[in-house]
């Protein structure tokens, strides 16, 4: 496995740790668009044209010891991005559901002091 299918899954989790100091719709745009890219990366894999096999080489399209590797790395990169995209998601609506119940609450007791203050 190479070291470059790590690096979308990074891109992605770095820009998702730094966009919790920035506005909510950053998040919310940036996980959709890292997923995208992922599937995109999936789509290219499948689509790359392989180099057909000289007929002197014995290999039939069938035998993977025969195959071109070079597909396999978007696939992975796609579907190692993908991956890291719905982890993320996880926490973060977790988080939101958190901020939502918080502000409720504060919302709902008038006679205690607010955070502002």
């Known amino acids: 496995m190479s070291v470059y299918v790590w690096i ?3 891109v992605i989790a770095a820009a998702w740790i730094l966009s919790w100091w920035g506005q909510r719709w ?3 745009t940036l996980l959709p668009t890292g997923a995208v ?3 995109l990366f999936v789509v290219t894999g499948f689509h790359l044209p392989v180099p057909p ?3 002197d080489s014995g290999c039939t399209r ?3 010891q025969c195959m071109n590797a070079r ?5 992975e990169t796609g579907l190692f991005g993908f991956v890291c995209c719905v982890l993320l998601l996880i926490p973060t ?3 939101e559901i958190v901020n939502r119940v918080e502000t409720r609450a504060s919302a709902d007791s008038p006679g205690l002091p607010s955070k502002e203050a």
Request: glycine fraction near 0%; hydrophobic fraction near 65%.
């Open 8 to 10: 979308l899954p990074a």
């Open 26 to 28: 950053i998040r919310w």
């Open 37 to 39: 890219v992922s599937v």
């Open 53 to 55: 096999f000289s007929p």
């Open 62 to 64: 069938e035998q993977v």
């Open 71 to 75: 597909p396999v790395f978007w696939l």
């Open 93 to 95: 609506i977790v988080a």
